[in-house]
Each structure stands twice: as C-alpha cells, then as structure tokens.
Nanobody
Framework: QVQLVESGGGVVQVGGSLRLSCAAA?????????LAWYRQAPGKQLELVAS????????LADSVKGRFTISRDKANKSTVYLQMKNLTPEDTAVYYC?????????WGQGTQVTVSI
C-alpha cells in the first residue's frame, strides 16, 4: 500500500507564493505514471489543477496558467511539486495530490492553502 504525504500548504497574502510537495512515503513505486494536483474549495466540486506524465508533458487548468507550475523531482520520481505564484483568494482550497502508481490511483491527505486579502 502506497502512502502519499503532502506538505507546503499554509496561509499567504494575495500575490504571494507557495510550493506544495507530495511524495510516496511507503510502498512500492516501481511504475509511476500520471501525477496530478486537485483542489476543492468550500462548497465547490473537486477541480483538476495540474498534471504531469512521465514524458514531462504538463497540463494546467486555465485558471492557473501562467501562475502555477507542476514539476517532478528528477531524483525521486514519486515526488511532485506544485509551485504557485501570484495567488488570489480564489485559490483558497484544500489541495490534493494524486498519483497513478503501478496502475492504482492514490491520494494524499490534502493540504490547506488559504490566500488572505
């Protein structure tokens, strides 16, 4: 069983930056495929924010293009980052990491990001 551990959330002012991290803390990670970040704001549905595949191609939601970057650790393929810049109150949400490992989807526990005015 793979356990994903997220970190990096917190409270930041409008225009600030945060970097989220997600790594597989246990379990076999012999085959890691798509890595992604989702978020869920209060009263809203879960939203795909960004994803990256083994070849390096990335996909970003229109609402974060130009502000967020998803990347993968070169040394540890199970570690994925979400660099967030120029944050706005609309980015306030719980952010979840999702990893496709050995053909199974795993989720992190979620990390709160709050953007204050």
């Amino acid at each position: 069983q793979v356990q994903l551990v997220e970190s990096g959330g917190g409270v930041v002012q409008v225009g600030g930056s945060l970097r989220l991290s997600c790594a597989a803390a246990s379990g076999s990670t012999s085959s890691i495929n798509r890595l992604a970040w989702y978020r869920q704001a209060p009263g809203k549905q879960l939203e795909l924010v960004a994803s990256i595949i083994p070849g390096g191609d990335t996909d970003l939601a229109d609402s974060v293009k130009g502000r967020f970057t998803i990347s993968r650790d070169k040394a540890n393929k199970s570690t994925v980052y979400l660099q967030m810049k120029n944050l706005t109150p609309e980015d306030t949400a719980v952010y979840y990491c999702q990893q496709n490992i050995n053909g199974v989807l795993y989720w992190g526990q979620g990390t709160q990001v709050t953007v204050s005015i």
